[in-house]
């Protein structure tokens, strides 16, 4: 009877070791394939992003060769137009925005394989209205600034001051015209009432 009581137990125990030992098992497999899940996850991700990468890599390289194509187009490309004022808004909704007198910076850049000479910029600042689209734009202030020489690859920046900002209904274009051998760019002025100033 005792021999029969033992096996019984050890039977008992073997089945629960068993029963234990399956559980384990089906946990770590669970487990394993959570994980794999996971790490196909990351890796579908993983490659997603190179993808990304590779075709923001061949857009920046478009465009940079754009850019290239567009600079070298002319003998004397104009590389910024900076507007510079002592009255204008520095903070706020009209941050920007000019309400008095202001210069405009240019710089100028020499894309030819020789040294440049006797280079004349124009600057002409003209005036429209909205309300009329069709009348001609009229030409309110015009200046000129001549360098002496522009040296392979140099950059200069040369400056046009004291002009005035109109009404700021008044839609106002400064025209930027490197003579000859050089592009023409035009920036729009972007204008405000001075402060304490209501229409």
């Known amino acids: 009877m005792k021999k029969v009581v033992a096996v019984l137990i050890c039977g008992l125990m073997t089945m629960t070791l068993s029963g234990c030992n399956s559980a384990k098992v089906d946990q770590l497999n669970d487990q394993l394939i959570q994980l794999t899940q996971e790490k196909e996850e990351v890796i579908q991700e993983k490659n997603k992003l190179q993808e990304d990468l590779s075709e923001k890599e061949e857009t920046i390289n478009r ?3 754009e850019l290239m194509a567009i600079e070298t187009k002319y003998d004397l490309s ?6 510079i ?9 009209p941050e920007g925005k000019i309400y008095g007198k202001f210069s405009a910076a240019v710089k100028i850049k ?3 394989e020789e040294d440049i000479l006797d ?3 124009i600057a002409r600042l003209e005036t429209s209205y909205a309300n009329y689209p069709k009348s001609q734009p009229k030409i309110t202030v015009t200046k000129m600034d ?3 020489r522009l040296k392979v690859g140099e950059e200069r920046e040369i400056v046009f001051s004291d002009f005035s900002v109109d009404h700021p209904e008044v839609i106002q274009e400064l025209i930027i015209n490197v ?4 592009e023409v760019a035009k920036v729009k ?9 209501e229409d």
Do not use: C, Q, W
């Not at 002025?189 to 100033?197: L, Q």
């Open 63 to 65: 465009l940079h060769e």
């Open 78 to 83: 104009i590389k910024e137009i900076r507007l």
């Open 85 to 93: 004022s002592d009255e204008m808004y520095k903070e706020g909704e």
């Open 110 to 112: 020499n894309n030819t």
């Open 119 to 121: 280079i004349k910029t």
């Open 146 to 148: 001549t360098m002496e």
């Open 179 to 182: 003579v000859d051998r050089g």
């Open 189 to 197: 002025i972007p204008k405000a009432f001075p402060p304490g100033v």
